[in-house]
């Protein structure tokens, strides 16, 4: 499994921004892609994820703000920010779990100015 993701960058707070991320190699239908991201001295964190069958979960943080959404014909997943704050900036990572896997994107950088 190959994830390629796509999209972040500098904004300024309030603003929005969308992560794309393609995957490839999938073997199985059934599975959660999402995104986490991980600032600086801190854990990786989950963002949000959804199922092949649509079912979506976020964290508190991003509630009401972020919407993710995927496209199972091409086993894409996208990111959509809005009103972002300077506390989301961080590294954004792009993941598949399929049969208890976890398959990792390379990250992208989305930074927030106040």
């Known amino acids: 499994v190959q994830l390629q993701a796509s999209g972040g960058g500098l904004v300024q707070a309030g603003g929005s921004l969308r992560l794309s991320c393609a995957a490839s190699?999938?073997?199985?239908?059934?599975?959660?892609m999402g995104w986490y991201r991980q600032a600086p001295g801190k854990q990786r964190a989950l963002v949000a994820t959804i199922s092949s069958s649509g079912r979506t979960n976020y964290a508190d943080s991003v509630k009401g703000r972020f919407t993710i959404s995927r496209d199972n014909a091409k086993n894409t997943v996208d990111l959509q920010m809005n009103s972002l704050k300077p506390e989301d900036t961080a590294v954004y990572y792009c993941?598949?779990?399929?049969?208890?896997?976890?398959?990792w994107g390379q990250g992208t950088q989305v930074t927030v100015s106040s």
């Open positions: 993941n598949l779990e399929q049969k208890a896997v976890h398959y």
């Open positions: 190699g999938i073997m199985f239908s059934a599975n959660v």
